[in-house]
């Protein structure tokens, strides 16, 4: 290569630095290893906003997707309420559970926020805290799925989106129910 | 309506970026001056346009109109009048508008100062900075949009995240980022000099003081950034290294690197094409830094992820990189050095030996800070570079940089004697010397804190030395003393700046060196009126109080601490905000010259019974802040106008 030409390797040097960056994108920093993904789901018995009981022992058998909001967290809670009524509606007939915990919330404003957004999936109030801890969540919103034999099988942290719900969803309804 | 019209004004902002920026070079490549006033005009165009913008986001802010979603997101109707100002930058869509705001400002003395100074250079640093501000008007207007609406709109905010509540968090961030943005400008002419071909030392002269002006507020940024870690974190530390600090580290070394290197193109005529490497390093990397904190790619603790912002900035950063190294390869036979290195020993050498240390450094932290994505990507394994790395590399980096401090300003251009070497050095090298010794002896036994101990007085016995010759010389001219060294730091502004600087970096180095060797700190559970001891101190918990605040509720502990007389009550808490999950800490301190007294709270019994206090005893980390002090006062002073010398 003659020595006018090797000068223009220079830009060229800074293209894999750019590429690195690029997969950065590729990598999900929501995606967080959790210590409880393959182990049993932590069991809770909450009363509902509509005053039914809501026990998640009851639901084996069935794909649970537990996810923890509060009516003062937004965006994030904001932007995924609609994605779960969709998915709820869309899947419920499948044999999917969504169950809402609020967490650290005041029961006037979950129940604004129900109301807000027309969520027609059991939602209840973990007044103690309880359920939270059990799940060692980080904050809200934070979702887990559970298979129809009980375990947590994947943990998402921040807004869902569709995508997400139906990669995980499906997954689980996949698998045989023994 | 509100949130509507800054949106407007955001986009003809950018409409009118864009026309200016194309106009300038249009202006540029066919001579018609109309084209570059019109360019001008769009320029003062997008500054009125980008104030509105920000004026109008502070209104919905002070009206708590929840509507919009980044004032929900970011207050709530506890929080205080400043913080409901300084909320407006507390978070990404915010902080993009002030820093197009001060781009804009900086655009605008640009034009102040040097339409008619920077002729043939002027239009192209127009469409250049006219380019960038369009690259954050995109930003506002498209991926991080600050005035967009929430439905359903809430009774009330979320409120702002808790640690961003400090005096520290309105000038933080602000210094910050006139640092960052002022480092357009150096690039805007460097960009400017490789399109018309004008490599020579015009645009260097041009931007050498926008350079320091961005430097001191980068210093200013880092400084606050590190006292607001340390005494809003309790961890007792101001530095950890984490990837948002490096954002801001990394430009920082190489603005220093351009600062030394520069004077060795005025003086020897070479060095241009690493300059103007230096200057797109500089400004490559404070792009990277945003694209860093704010795309989410990296882990950090304060890093916000954010959908489409990473993939635009990655975008720009992609094409500024591509194009201004471009132009570099395009020029590169018009850059070739005019001068030549005579001698190892001599300032040009020094000087480029602080080069290549300030680079290496940058390159260290930069590597630590993208390794993790590295080995993600190589080796899909996830690994986290802690400080150990950081430190073990950069401590010998910056002693070497230290000892340059000493050498560089006072070895002689081009070869230095042997007689020069005894004149200049062969005092302050003993006083180092004997330094060495004299803290030995006094029971300092870790190598490390003996050679930056002596390292430092190396250095300072350098200052004084250049100093008290200056003043001898204009004493012996007949000028009283004190007048005569005044009359020096004025004449000689930018030499004696550095100087003061130099002073602030040592002062900061002894802070460093003090706090890392001997801060000592203990952990314990004490009942209602039992003490604890650490270095001399006994710390009694005497009882918990708990109080409403505002928009939090606060649980504090008095303890009282004395050192045989009592010499007061510290009262660390724990803040509980509604919207966070965790209870915040909040330390208590007693600053002293020699050592503070840093008390943080842990967890406490409901009764009030016990409390688990952390006390940490933390040595001469106020001579951090005091040279930063220095080193400000410093860069001030070397931003000074030049004044003539006197004949």
Same mark, same amino acid.
């Given at each position: 290569m003659s020595r006018r030409a090797w000068r223009w390797l220079i830009p060229l040097a800074a293209l894999p630095l750019l590429a690195l960056l690029a997969y950065g994108f590729r990598v999900n920093p929501r995606e967080i290893p959790s210590p409880l993904v393959g182990r049993p789901a932590p069991g809770f018995?909450?009363?509902?906003?509509?005053?039914?009981?809501?026990?998640?022992?009851?639901?084996?058998?069935?794909?649970?997707?537990?996810?923890?909001w509060a009516s003062w967290c937004y965006p994030a809670c904001y932007e995924e309420a609609p994605v779960l009524e969709r998915s709820w509606r869309a899947y419920r007939d499948r044999g999917v559970l969504v169950i809402g915990v609020d967490i650290q919330d005041t029961v006037e404003a979950a129940q604004k926020f129900i109301r807000d957004f027309g969520l027609s999936f059991p939602n209840a109030p973990d007044p103690t805290g309880k359920v939270s801890v059990d799940y060692g969540t980080y904050g809200v919103p934070e979702t887990f799925f559970i298979d129809r034999r009980g375990r947590i099988r994947a943990r998402h942290v921040g807004a869902l989106t569709d995508d997400v719900i139906r990669a995980h969803v499906e997954r689980l309804l996949a698998e045989p129910a023994g | 309506m509100i949130p509507e019209l800054g949106y407007g004004a955001a986009i003809v902002a950018l409409g009118l970026a864009l026309w200016g920026a194309l106009a300038a070079a249009l202006g540029a490549r066919t001579g018609r001056p109309a084209l570059v006033l019109s360019a001008q005009h769009a320029a003062l165009g997008v500054f009125a346009l980008v104030t509105a913008?920000?004026?109008?986001?502070?209104?919905?802010?002070?009206?708590?109109?929840?509507?919009?979603?980044?004032?929900?997101?970011?207050?709530?109707?506890?929080?205080?009048?400043?913080?409901?100002?300084? !909320?407006?930058? !507390?978070a990404l869509e915010g902080s993009i508008i002030l820093w197009t705001w001060m781009l804009a400002l900086y655009t605008l003395i640009v034009i102040l100062r040097h339409r008619e100074s920077?002729?043939?250079?002027?239009?192209?640093?127009?469409?250049?900075?006219?380019?960038?501000?369009?690259?954050?008007?995109?930003? =506002?207007?498209?991926?991080?949009p600050p005035f967009a609406r929430l439905h359903p709109v809430p009774a009330d905010g979320h409120g702002l995240?808790?640690?961003?509540?400090?005096?520290?968090?309105?000038?933080?961030?602000?210094?910050?980022?006139?640092?960052?943005?002022?480092?357009?400008?150096?690039?805007?002419?460097?960009?400017?000099?490789?399109?018309?071909?004008?490599?020579?030392?015009?645009?260097?002269?041009?931007?050498?003081?926008?350079?320091?002006?961005?430097?001191?507020?980068?210093?200013?940024?880092?400084? =606050?950034?590190?006292?607001?870690? @340390?005494?809003?974190?309790?961890?007792?530390?101001?530095?950890?290294?984490?990837?948002?600090?490096?954002?801001?580290?990394?430009?920082?070394?190489?603005?220093?690197?351009?600062?030394?290197?520069?004077?060795?193109?005025?003086?020897?005529?070479?060095?241009?094409?690493?300059?103007?490497?230096?200057? =797109?390093?500089?400004?490559?990397l404070t792009l990277f830094g945003t694209f860093l904190t704010r795309s989410g790619v990296i882990?950090?603790?304060?890093?916000?992820?954010?959908?489409?912002?990473?993939?635009?900035?990655? !975008?720009?950063?992609?094409?500024?990189?591509? $194009?201004?190294?471009?132009?570099?390869?395009?020029?590169?036979?018009?850059?070739?050095?005019?001068?030549? #290195?005579?001698? +190892?020993?001599?300032?040009?050498?020094?000087?480029?030996?602080?080069?290549?240390?300030?680079?290496?450094?940058?390159?260290?932290?930069?590597?630590?800070?993208?390794?993790?994505?590295?080995?993600?990507? #190589?080796?899909?394994?996830?690994?986290? +570079?802690?400080?150990?790395?950081?430190?073990?590399?950069?401590?010998?980096?910056?002693?070497?940089?230290?000892?340059?401090?000493?050498?560089?300003?006072?070895?002689a251009w081009r070869r230095a004697s042997v007689d020069n070497l005894r004149r200049n050095f062969l005092g302050p090298v003993l006083t180092g010397v004997a330094a060495a010794a004299f803290f030995f002896a006094l029971g300092v036994h870790s190598a490390l804190a003996v050679l930056t101990?002596?390292? $430092?007085?190396?250095?300072?016995?350098?200052?004084?030395?250049?100093?008290?010759?200056?003043?001898? +010389?204009?004493?012996?001219?007949?000028?009283?003393?004190?007048?005569?060294?005044?009359?020096?730091?004025?004449?000689?502004?930018?030499?004696?700046?550095?100087?003061? +600087?130099?002073?602030?970096? #040592?002062?900061?180095?002894?802070?460093?060196?003090?706090?890392?060797?001997?801060?000592?700190?203990?952990? $314990?559970?004490?009942?209602?009126?039992?003490?604890?001891?650490?270095?001399? @101190?006994?710390?009694?918990?005497?009882?918990l109080a708990a109080s409403e605040e505002s928009n939090h509720f606060k649980v504090a502990g008095a303890f009282t601490v004395s050192d045989g007389r009592v010499l007061g009550v510290l009262r660390p808490a724990k803040k509980f905000y509604p919207q966070e999950q965790s209870p915040i800490a909040y330390v208590d301190y007693r600053l002293g010259l020699r050592e503070d007294i840093y008390l943080v709270l842990g967890d406490f019994a409901r009764d009030g019974s016990r409390a688990t206090v952390k006390l940490q005893v933390n040595r001469l980390v106020s001579w951090i802040w005091i040279g930063g002090l220095v080193l400000t006062a410093g860069a001030g002073l070397a931003i000074l106008p030049e004044t003539k010398r006197t004949a």
């Open positions: 018995a909450l009363t509902a906003f509509d005053a039914t009981p809501l026990t998640l022992d009851a639901q084996r058998g069935r794909v649970v997707v537990v996810n923890f | 913008c920000l004026a109008l986001l502070m209104y919905a802010f002070l009206t708590f109109d929840f509507s919009v979603r980044y004032v929900a997101t970011n207050t709530n109707l506890g929080t205080p009048f400043y913080y409901r100002i300084t !909320g407006v930058w !507390g920077a002729r043939e250079l002027y239009p192209w640093v127009l469409t250049v900075m006219l380019g960038v501000l369009a690259f954050f008007l995109l930003v =506002i207007t498209v991926a991080a995240n808790p640690l961003l509540e400090d005096t520290g968090m309105i000038t933080h961030p602000v210094a910050l980022y006139l640092g960052f943005t002022g480092l357009t400008v150096p690039f805007a002419f460097a960009m400017a000099a490789l399109i018309t071909g004008r490599v020579g030392d015009a645009w260097l002269t041009m931007t050498r003081r926008w350079t320091i002006v961005a430097w001191y507020f980068l210093s200013l940024g880092l400084l =606050i950034g590190g006292w607001w870690s @340390y005494h809003v974190l309790g961890w007792g530390g101001y530095w950890a290294w984490d990837p948002v600090e490096n954002a801001a580290f990394m430009p920082w070394l190489t603005a220093t690197a351009f600062l030394h290197s520069v004077m060795i193109q005025e003086r020897r005529r070479m060095l241009q094409l690493w300059n103007l490497a230096l200057v =797109i390093m500089t400004f490559g882990a950090s603790v304060h890093a916000f992820t954010q959908g489409t912002i990473g993939a635009f900035f990655l !975008g720009f950063l992609t094409l500024v990189l591509l $194009t201004a190294l471009g132009l570099l390869a395009w020029r590169w036979d018009a850059l070739g050095a005019q001068g030549a #290195l005579d001698s +190892v020993v001599s300032r040009e050498s020094a000087f480029l030996l602080n080069n290549v240390m300030l680079v290496a450094a940058a390159f260290t932290v930069f590597f630590g800070t993208v390794f993790p994505l590295l080995s993600e990507a #190589l080796r899909g394994v996830k690994v986290s +570079v802690g400080a150990p790395f950081f430190n073990q590399v950069n401590v010998p980096l910056f002693l070497g940089l230290i000892f340059l401090m000493g050498v560089g300003p006072l070895i101990l002596a390292l $430092t007085v190396f250095v300072a016995a350098t200052i004084a030395l250049d100093f008290a010759r200056a003043t001898r +010389v204009r004493a012996r001219m007949g000028e009283p003393l004190l007048p005569a060294m005044g009359g020096l730091l004025r004449r000689h502004n930018r030499r004696y700046g550095g100087f003061v +600087v130099h002073l602030g970096v #040592l002062i900061i180095a002894v802070g460093v060196t003090g706090s890392q060797a001997w801060s000592v700190q203990t952990e $314990t559970t004490l009942g209602r009126g039992e003490s604890t001891e650490l270095a001399g @101190y006994r710390v009694r918990f005497e009882d």
